[in-house]
């Protein structure tokens, strides 16, 4: 079985407009954090160990796109595709 060394869990939950939980990841530019995570790991090689998936909701919709990493636990929030590769160094 493969496990990774690293995993980036991304939230890409979207949620109705009229949700009353509100804000959803989604809406708030997950879809592109997602796709800056993996483009980044692709461009470090690193796809065998490090891997990056998308999620539903991690629950800090307040302060989303939300991402989590593993096994470390750290929590991001509000991460911006300009953010990914800068996240992922330190895990590299």
Not at 37 to 56: I, K, L, M, P, Y
Request: proline fraction near 8%; include cysteine.
């Amino acid at each position: 079985m493969l496990t990774p060394r690293v995993h980036l869990f991304v939230c890409t939950n979207l949620r109705p407009p009229d949700d009353p939980l509100g804000c959803s990841c989604a809406a708030s530019g997950s879809v592109a954090v997602y796709q800056a995570f993996r483009e980044a790991v692709f461009r470090h090689g690193r796809q065998g160990d490090v891997w990056v998936t998308r999620t539903g909701c991690l629950v800090h919709c307040r302060t989303s796109p939300t991402v989590v990493v593993y096994p470390a636990g750290d929590w991001y929030s509000g991460v911006t595709p300009e953010q990914a590769e800068a996240i992922l160094a330190r895990y590299l």
